[in-house]
């Protein structure tokens, strides 16, 4: 069974902090999506990177994918307000099969 | 495109009544995606299909659960006998597989259903 850990689960911080949530998984995915999901909707796709060490950026937003395509991390860069609401990483596979990771609950105070 | 299109958006059902949740993808996308998400387990995948075909069916939780995709604009998720474990938040998603085989989902809003 293919499990995608996040850390932390839950995460309150003060506007203008950084922050940094992790994805981990012991699978090897084909690609790997970050989503965001804020109260009554479905998640929005924000990135999706598809090569071992990959980094991409997004405004304040960095993404990265482990050398080994088993993990990856989101790093924010003074947060807003605006940045709050469920985190989550979501891992394709050979199957195109798409597997969401446990989510990261985030709450940026002003 | 108006994006993924699912009904109802909230039901109240009592326990043992049957339910149907509907789900219209994005016009042209091959792969659809029925989850279901909760506080306690998060987003759980619970069958996809391909071309309206049915490829994976691991995530349906017992044979109260069934879904349909009749046609490529249509799919339904269906429970009966309803239980009031069951309550969840259920999302249908549609994607394509671009050429380097990525698949991005697009999620409708999501029907909460309450089975008391």
């Known amino acids: 069974t293919q499990l995608l850990e996040q850390s932390p689960q839950f995460l309150s911080i003060q506007e203008g902090e950084n922050l940094t949530v992790y994805c981990n998984s012991s699978?090897?995915?084909?690609?790997l999506q970050w989503y965001r999901q804020e109260p009554g909707e479905g998640p929005v796709l924000l990135v999706t990177?598809?090569?071992?060490?990959e980094v991409k950026k997004l405004k304040r937003l960095t993404f990265q994918f482990g050398d080994a395509r088993k993990d990856s991390s989101l790093h924010i860069t003074a947060a807003q307000t605006g940045d709050t609401g469920l985190y989550l990483c979501a891992g394709g596979d050979h199957t195109d099969k798409l597997i969401f990771g446990t989510g990261t609950r985030l709450q940026v105070f002003p | 495109d108006a994006g993924v299109i699912q009904s109802p958006r909230h039901e109240v059902t009592e326990m043992g009544q049957e339910v149907t949740l509907r789900c219209k993808p994005i016009s042209g996308h091959d792969y659809l995606f029925w989850y279901r998400q909760t506080m306690m387990r998060g987003l759980e995948l619970l069958i996809y299909?391909?071309?309206?075909?049915?490829?994976?069916d691991s995530g349906m939780p017992e044979d109260r659960f069934s879904a349909k995709m009749p046609n490529a604009s249509f799919s339904t998720l269906k429970i009966q006998p309803s239980e009031p474990r069951d309550s969840a938040v259920y999302f249908c998603a549609s994607s394509l597989v671009l050429r380097d085989r990525r698949t991005e989902a697009f999620f409708g809003q999501g029907t909460r259903l309450t089975v008391v």
């Open positions: 990177v598809v090569t071992g060490g």
């Open positions: 299909f391909n071309n309206n075909v049915p490829i994976d």
């Open positions: 699978s090897v995915f084909s690609s």
